[in-house]
């Protein structure tokens, strides 16, 4: 997996839009980029993913750099539910597991109201 | 999606003795995995469950204290051998399924051990 940097922690105002930075200057050409979160006591919970288009989903947008370098993810309007650890994942692709995972410390989100 | 249980959801168990954790899984899956988490810490994976034969571990976990088993598709099981209070973690397991690109979590089996 392609080493990935996250901001240990930051904050947010509810109803707020969330903007959790990654940096992944080693990716290679087709690795992808995951976001995971965990909620406390939960399993990881799957968010989205991308190669090199922005992509967006129910849940978030992803938006990558041209050079694929980095990343951010954006919750548009977090709430109380959205504080969680938020962790940023490169997985080796090319005909690999993408369920086999490289967990770094991600990102603490908090909510506040 | 799937759907992932695991059994025990926690425990409390004494040195020196085994633990075993099943996962179950609504539908049939491609690939299992199992995952520790310490205290505090992140997500590391122990080993890929392979179903019919050994299972594959990671650098720093061996066979003999994580005995793990995948009798078909759509269960597994761990076991946390001898355990020492060192061993105290939450353990998940989770799957990925043919055609999806993303992982699937159980909520996890907190271990302690005393």
């Known amino acids: 997996d392609a080493k990935t940097t996250q901001p240990p922690s930051m904050d947010c105002a509810e109803g707020r839009a969330a903007n959790l930075p990654c940096n992944h200057s080693?990716?290679?050409?087709?690795?992808?980029v995951y976001w995971y979160r965990q909620i406390h006591s939960q399993g990881p919970q799957y968010i989205i993913h991308?190669?090199?288009n922005n992509e967006t989903n129910e849940m978030a947008s992803l938006i990558i750099t041209e050079d694929r370098k980095s990343s951010t993810l954006i919750l548009p309007h977090a709430t109380l539910r959205d504080t969680a650890v938020y962790y940023c994942?490169?997985?080796?692709?090319?005909?690999?597991?993408?369920?086999?995972?490289?967990f770094g410390q991600g990102t603490i989100l908090t909510v506040h109201p | 999606s799937a759907v992932i249980s695991q059994k025990p959801s926690r425990d409390i168990c004494q040195r020196g003795t085994s633990l075993t954790i099943q996962c179950q899984v609504d539908?049939?899956?491609?690939?299992m995995f199992w995952y520790r988490q310490q205290p505090g810490q992140s997500l590391t994976l122990i080993a890929t469950?392979?179903?019919?034969?050994?299972?594959?571990?990671e650098s720093g976990f061996v066979i003999d204290k994580f005995p793990i088993s995948r009798p078909n598709l759509t269960f597994s099981t761990l076991t946390v051998s001898n355990m020492s209070p060192e061993d105290s973690s939450i353990y998940l397991c989770?799957?990925?399924?043919?055609?999806?690109?993303?992982?699937?979590f159980g909520q996890g089996t907190r271990l302690t051990v005393v």
């Open positions: 080693t990716i290679s050409g087709n690795e992808y």
């Open positions: 994942i490169a997985p080796t692709a090319g005909g690999t597991s993408y369920g086999k995972l490289t």
């Open positions: 991308g190669l090199k």
């Open positions: 989770s799957v990925e399924k043919f055609l999806n690109t993303e992982a699937f």
């Open positions: 469950a392979n179903q019919g034969s050994e299972a594959t571990y």
């Open positions: 539908s049939q899956v491609t690939m």
